[in-house]
């Protein structure tokens, strides 16, 4: 996976392993959580000048979500944590999402995306949270603001959320 191909998930663990002296040797975690979120999506579309152009589509988005992922795996397993947990993305609300978001931001991308990183996730040996399912329930489906993100209700999501990784450690 090249650099332009990849999320802040990977920045933010290549920062903390900088600082902690790790690459190969490690560092310790009790309980590491990852996620990845709808905002890889953004991928398909963005015209920014570090993302490819034209944008990724299709198959070629998905591979390259799979480098990703990957290549986040590989740095997360540099951690020497007792449990580790992946939480999937959540679900997307087709039916109320902007019109300007509608080409990319779609569940049926979240879906995939999820099949991809569940199996990396599973593979490596990671508890795997369905935060998508938990977001379809009629209850938490009410929270949606526009399809995507949970502004009428994110306290309560998230909250709910947390008491499930409580469980799962």
Not at 8 to 22: C, T, W
Not at 42 to 54: G, H, Q, S, Y
Not at 123 to 141: M, P, Q
């Amino acid at each position: 996976t090249s650099p332009e191909h990849r999320t802040s998930q990977e920045h933010i663990f290549l920062e903390k392993l900088k600082r902690r002296g790790g690459g190969g040797g490690g560092t310790r975690e009790e309980v590491l959580v990852m996620n990845s979120g709808v905002h890889d999506l953004k991928l398909m579309v963005d015209r920014r000048p570090e993302v490819p152009d034209p944008p990724l589509e299709g198959e070629d988005f998905f591979k390259a979500m799979q480098g990703n992922y990957e290549f986040l795996f590989q740095l997360a397993n540099q951690f020497i944590a007792s449990k580790r947990i992946w939480v999937s993305t959540s679900a997307i609300l087709d039916e109320t999402v902007p019109e300007r978001f509608k080409g990319h931001t779609k569940d049926s991308n979240v879906v995939r995306l999820n099949q991809i990183s569940d199996q990396i996730a599973d593979k490596n040996g990671y508890t795997v949270i369905d935060a998508h399912s938990f977001g379809l329930t009629a209850e938490n489906a009410k929270l949606h603001s526009d399809g995507i993100h949970l502004k009428n209700g994110d306290k309560i999501y998230y909250k709910e959320l947390l008491e499930i990784l409580m469980l799962a450690i």
